[in-house]
């Protein structure tokens, strides 16, 4: 005949319905566990184990006293491992309920009867089953049905793995927190609320797509597989990538030409690539130590080249006009507007070389001329054409970007006549340099960029003036250059292919 005090608290042990057996078993009234309830060895002298297991038991005693039912439970597990005995196991019984686990109690009870059921009277077996019986009225089953099944379970913050979430599944009354994920789907969380008794309550989650994949194979074991320059596994890989936009695939080895492929995928579908490589006979073995556990490192150094074309389009400020005429009595214009086309070759990837020809000019109307004591119009337009050099950062898809160039300007400097509708003119080639400095993009082929530009020309054919005519001191004042600054924009595409 055992013993278990524990069983014996009042209103709770009741509740429970294992107070007859308390009672029974210390022929007692309902009282605190006593050495008679603690496991006890066989003999008169008790071994190391023993002595253990009667201290975790006592201590659980007077820890489910005072109301700690977690700190009970861990006492009376322990007890029940040093020393299984069916009064340890009871107790810990009616610490899950008190910790309102009524799922693990029934379970507990259930296995009290499997294991040491020849342990127990007629009147105790009788006191669990009407246990087992009120606590089944506390708890609820449900039956999981997850899309897709490689997704991740987690009930009440706990990972369920699929042998363990696939049966039915006994939880408490009341609510529970069921949250569902994996990648390239857009994550669920639900609460669901169970009453006492249900049954096989299903609950049904399909993740919905967000993303499309891709499934790599490879014919050496031991590649490694990168998607869009970052590593994601060795051997095989499948996994989520963004939708509808074109993904570089490398599988890459040391000592053998890397396989490259870019590749396109929908939402929700899947792209199967089969990635072959040469000199496979001469790969590690797969489960070599090099090989088995080792991350995928990085994929190699790709080299952007290819041609390109640009439109240009410049809105720049004059440091100072071309003539001696005043802008600040009802003159309207005065500003460079440029535009014109470029076109190069990338070299690698932070140098490309093109060459420009853009035209532009300024309109002046009504500027002042106080020697004539008239108002008058000019006009300055210029062709430059000269080879430039780009200087890039390495990013593929936005980067910084400095164009420095140089060459040659034709210059056109007209004046229109003091009171008459005759016009004076001036022309000649320049030197001139300019220098960019920007923001560029690219978008699959698109090709774009923004910055600010400086352009210094030369004005050695301006300064001669207008020979032969009243108007020739106009551009005394000029000096030898003329600066313009404003904000540039380029339009246009690159056939840039990244080779190694």
């Not at 109301?67 to 196991?89: H, V």
């Not at 074309?309 to 460079?336: E, I, N, W, Y």
Request: net charge neutral; glycine share 12%; proline share 6%.
């Amino acid at each position: 005949m055992i013993a278990v005090g524990l069983l014996a608290l009042g209103g709770l042990v009741r509740k429970l319905g294992l107070l007859p057996l308390a009672c029974s078993a210390l022929g007692v009234a309902p009282a605190f566990a006593q050495d008679a309830a603690e496991p006890r060895p066989a003999s008169d002298a008790p071994d190391t184990v023993t002595l253990d297991a009667r201290r975790h038991f006592k201590a659980g005693t007077k820890l489910y006293r005072d109301g700690n039912y977690g700190g009970a439970l861990a006492e009376f597990e322990e007890a029940y491992r040093l020393k299984p005995g069916a009064g340890s196991l009871q107790n810990v019984a009616l610490s899950q309920k008190g910790l309102f686990r009524y799922s693990e109690a029934a379970a507990t009870l259930e296995q009290l009867l499997a294991r040491h059921s020849a342990e127990l009277s007629e009147g105790e077996l009788k006191a669990v089953d009407d246990a087992l019986l009120e606590l089944r009225g506390l708890i609820a089953t449900i039956k999981l049905r997850i899309t897709p099944d490689s997704a991740r379970v987690l009930l009440d913050g706990r990972q369920l793995t699929p042998p363990e979430w696939a049966p039915a599944l006994v939880l408490n009354v009341g609510e529970h927190t069921l949250t569902v994920d994996a990648p390239g789907y857009a994550p669920e969380r639900r609460t669901l609320r169970l009453a006492g008794g249900q049954k096989e309550v299903p609950v049904d989650v399909q993740l919905h797509c967000v993303s499309g994949f891709v499934d790599v194979t490879s014919n050496d074991p031991t590649a490694n597989i990168a998607v869009d320059g970052l590593p994601k596994a060795r051997r095989t890989f499948k996994g989520p990538v963004e939708p509808d936009i074109d993904h570089l695939l490398q599988v890459y080895r040391e000592g053998v030409e890397p396989f490259e492929q870019t590749f396109h995928v929908g939402v929700c579908k899947t792209v199967s690539i089969h990635a072959q490589l040469e000199g496979q006979e001469a790969a590690p073995p797969a489960n070599s130590p090099d090989t088995a556990t080792a991350p995928p490192s990085a994929p190699p150094a790709r080299v952007q080249k290819g041609f390109f074309g640009l439109v240009s389009l410049d809105l720049m400020g004059l440091s100072k006009q071309p003539v001696k005429l005043d802008l600040s009595k009802g003159a309207s214009g005065g500003g460079f507007l440029g535009l014109g086309l470029r076109a190069g070759y990338r070299l690698a990837n932070p140098v490309a070389l093109d060459l420009r020809l853009e035209g532009g000019g300024l309109q002046v109307r009504g500027a002042y001329d106080k020697d004539t004591d008239s108002n008058r119009d000019y006009s300055l337009t210029s062709i430059h054409f000269g080879p430039d050099v780009k200087l890039m950062t390495s990013g593929e898809k936005l980067r910084f970007v400095t164009t420095i160039g140089a060459g040659v300007v034709n210059h056109r400097l007209s004046v229109s006549g003091a009171g008459t509708a005759t016009k004076d003119e001036v022309r000649g080639l320049d030197p001139y340099f300019a220098l960019e400095l920007g923001l560029g993009l690219n978008f699959r082929q698109f090709l774009g960029e923004i910055g600010l530009v400086g352009v210094i020309d030369g004005t050695g054919s301006l300064q001669k003036g207008f020979s032969g005519t009243t108007d020739q001191a106009l551009t005394q004042d000029l000096g030898s250059t003329l600066t313009m600054v404003g904000i540039g924009i380029r339009g246009g595409f690159s056939q840039w292919r990244a080779t190694r």
